[in-house]
């Protein structure tokens, strides 16, 4: 007969500490907060860990998805922090952690003929429980910039492209995921959109000839947009161009604490 001792339990002597253990991509429904609707029913996927001590052999790895259960029903991003504080005592841990990304759907209205779609963004929330809470909240954001230098020299039209924006901050307080979707929108070419008609591909296209951006002023533009949100006590601003007439993209970043 086998022996029934859990293997888990047991004492490790190999004195190592590990960080973070846990299970990954873990693909679950959750609930998030919508600001047109209320709330909003998406599909995430999730990275759930605690720290492990050096004299522990191993974690619960069910108890993981246990916790999560209990969560099903709930606004998952607006209990964060005793989703955590559960795993911390059900995995007897210091320190729990949690990283979820999912899609976001908003409204979209075409510019000219009004037609509606939904707009996917990807988001995602990164949080942590030790000796304190901390979250970070991140959003994707497709736009189209313009290369001002394009528009100098050519005698006819400039090059464009899709760039994708990416959001990270930490905030005082709430902020809708819309927010920072709008803030990042307002600093590009032109927004894009799920569905155009032929007088709103017009409209869009002559928007971003009249409003050129290079990678740098996008990154620029966002940060003086969070700069004056007062909310906001960190952030990092990453725009990459995706080149059209060029076989490579264009980065720039920006990291800044704010007081």
Known sequence: MKSKVDIQNLEDERNVMINKVGVKDVRYPIIVDDRENG?????????????????????HMSRFL??????HKENFIGNLKEFLREVKLELNADASYVNISFPYFIKKIAPVS???????????????????YNMIIGVEVPVTTLCPCS??????????????????????????????????EASASSEVYSLLKREDEKYVTEKAYNN????????????????DDERITWFKVESENYESIHNH??????????E
Not at 117 to 123: G, H, V
Not at 158 to 173: I, T
């Open 212 to 227: 050129p951006r290079f990678v740098e002023d996008i990154v620029r533009e966002v940060t003086l947009k969070l700069r």
């Open 39 to 59: 709330t909003q029913n998406t599909i995430a996927d999730l990275d759930i860990f605690v720290e492990l001590p050096h004299n522990h052999r191993g974690t």
């Open 66 to 71: 246990e916790v999560l259960n209990h969560f």
């Open 114 to 132: 009004k037609t509606s779609s939904q707009m996917s963004y990807n988001c995602f929330f990164s949080a942590s429980l030790n000796k304190a």
């Open 249 to 258: 993209s264009a980065y720039a970043c920006v990291i800044q604490e704010q």
């Open 151 to 184: 528009k100098e020299i050519s005698d006819h039209g400039a090059h464009s492209q899709r760039s994708q924006v990416m959001v990270m901050l930490k905030y005082n307080g709430f902020i809708w995921l819309e927010e920072i979707i709008e803030l990042i």
